[in-house]
């Protein structure tokens, strides 16, 4: 069967081309503004990609056509597509129906945290010699690959609530089915979507509604929004967790004061069951590590055995990934685009380095940051840092100078990434940490640096 994905190139339709070709189908697919980790994979398995959305791309006729969220009406691709009578569906839609039926789904869901807690549940799975199928919104160096069929019957699956596609306007997990699911947090965001954080919390209770009575329900027993949507109706136990221990949480984390989360131990009801030692860092994915150890029980993995898989766990591409060291300064690249995720991002980091100087890059491209609905909270976000660059592209709608006076001297803004990438350079020394936030491929700034503070001449080096 020829299966043609328009949008093949974000990391969930990404994943369906790796799924479909992994079952025999020809795949093809088109979009615009390919970059890694994604282009890379789809170059790596063969999968041809039409650059743009002309309608010339549906002839000959595939078998059937699998929409993207990120297609509208108007494009002409889509306006061929319906006037053409090839039969086509949603990539949720597409992966329930071929993949998920009759699995063990074990679906993450939340604001943030959705990819590493994925990877470190499909990691744990491997490890206990499961064989999970799965897909993932970004590429875990543990497997080298967004997505997998897998052995059945476990497939672990990131639970997006964005919309599905332009002519089903339901969030993507409510197509999943899943026998363990993951509320992992719960905050305003894509705006662009949903008016408020009710709306979010309604469709969050979608899911819950979803799940059998002899599933489970993973939830964050300190989330006021997860509280809320379960309390909407909730017919599955539900397990709680929490990194410190409160009312509803079975699942805990005790640390050394002011660790950063590098090593901790595992408690359940308050009893200590296992120890995590790993690479990773930060309260918040210590959280997202119970989580997972929560959902791995539930599928039969002890705790023991999960908690010993995270010291193999090599993290996630553009999660606080490092890209580089030059001159004794790193650079990491992380998808942080929600301040609360910025402000756990950095003190995660900061937890780590110590007095170091935290030199913070922003790119507000989400659109629910191009919106401005974060721009009162943005600061905040970012007063972990010791200085912070923030890149204003045009016609962003508000003024990033007017959000972040608070930061004062510390905040600098620049419309040109091009300058953006030569000043920061300039105003580097040795022993800083740079973390380049955003949920694009920012203009290549990460290469860009990189390349900047390797010149001899340069004035970071000076």
Known sequence: MHVHILGIAGTFMGGIAALARAAGHRVTGSDRNVYPPMSTQLEALGIEIIQGYEAKQLEPAPDVVVVGNVMSRGVPVIEALLSSGIPYTSGPEWLAANVLQGRWVLAVAGTHGKTSTSSMLAWMLECAGLEPGFLIGGVPPNFGVSARLGRPPYFVIEADEYDTAFFDKRAKFVHYRPRTALLNNLEFDHADIYPDVEAIERMFHQLVRTVPGDGRIVAH??????????????????????????????????????????????????????????????????????????????????VEQAAAALATFQGIKRRMEMIGRVRDVTVYDDFAHHPSAIATTIDGLRRRVGAARIVAVLEPRSNTMKMGVHRDTLAASLSGADLVWLYEPPGLGWTIADSTRSLGARARIVNDIDRLAGELAAALTAGDHVIIMSNGGFGGLHRRLLDALSKPTSAACA
């Open 221 to 302: 027993a300190s989330d006021p929004h997860v509280k809320r949507a379960l309390a909407l109706g909730c017919w599955t136990p539900v397990e709680g967790f929490a990194r410190a221990a409160v009312a509803g949480a079975r699942w805990t984390a005790a640390a050394a004061k002011g660790s950063d989360y590098s090593e901790f131990k595992v408690l359940e009801d308050g009893a200590a069951r296992a120890t995590v030692r790993w690479s990773m860092f930060g309260a918040h994915n210590a959280e997202n590590a119970l989580a997972a150890i929560a959902c791995a029980r539930h599928a039969g993995v002890p």
